[in-house]
C-alpha cells in the first residue's frame, strides 16, 4: 500500500529513491506524528526511523520556507551524526525552498549565530550546540513547530542530557517526537519531564 496524503514533492522524492510503500513502522507512526501528538517511535535498526522523522518534518514545514526563524529541529549525539542527517535531508530538499542548517560544532559560535540569523527552517544539532546557541540568543525559536530526537540512547550521557533538559526549558509550545531502537529507561525520565501525555509507538 503507497504512501497516504503527504505533501507531493515528498511523494516524488520517495518515488526517485524507490520507497513506494511504508514500513510497518512508517504506518503506525507517520498518521499519529501528523496528528500533532508527542510521541515516543521504539523501532528496532532498519525500520525506517529516519526516513520517518524527515517524512514527517518536511510534512509539517509543507515543503516551503517561512520566514527566517527555524520551524523544526533535530538533535543528534555527536557531529558525524549532524553531518549524516543533514545530507539525507539535503536528498530530499532539493528543488524545495526548504532552508536545512547543519550546526556544525566546529564552527565558532558565532558564526553558527550569523548565518541561522540569515534563514533557516531547519536546524540540525546536537544538544549541547543547540544550548549554547540558545544561551547567546543565536536562535529564535517562536516559530518552531516540531523538535524530533534521533536514536535517544544518547542521552544516557550526563552532558547531552542535561543540555537538552535547558533546550526544552528554553522553547515555546512544540510538538515533541523521540526515537529510540530500544524501550530504553531513558525514555521513563523524558516522560517525567517534557513529554507528559505523551504516546508510544512500539514495533
Known sequence: MPFKKLH?????K????EITAPTPFQKASIPVIKSGANLFCVAPENAGKSTTLLITTLQKLKCEEV?????AI???ENREKVIELSDLFLKYTRHSSLRVYMCDDKLHID?????IFEGADILISTPVTMNKLLLLEGVNTTQLKILSIDDAAFLSKTTSYTALMAV???????QYVVYSETNHPILKRLESQFMQYSRTVAI
Open 168 to 174: 526544552t526549558q528554553s522553547l515555546h509550545k512544540c
Open 67 to 71: 520566514g527566517v526563524a527555524p520551524r
Open 111 to 115: 558564526v553558527l549565530k550569523s548565518e
Open 74 to 76: 533535530v538533535l543528534v
Open 8 to 12: 507531493s514533492h515528498i511523494l516524488e
Open 14 to 17: 520517495l518515488e526517485s529513491h
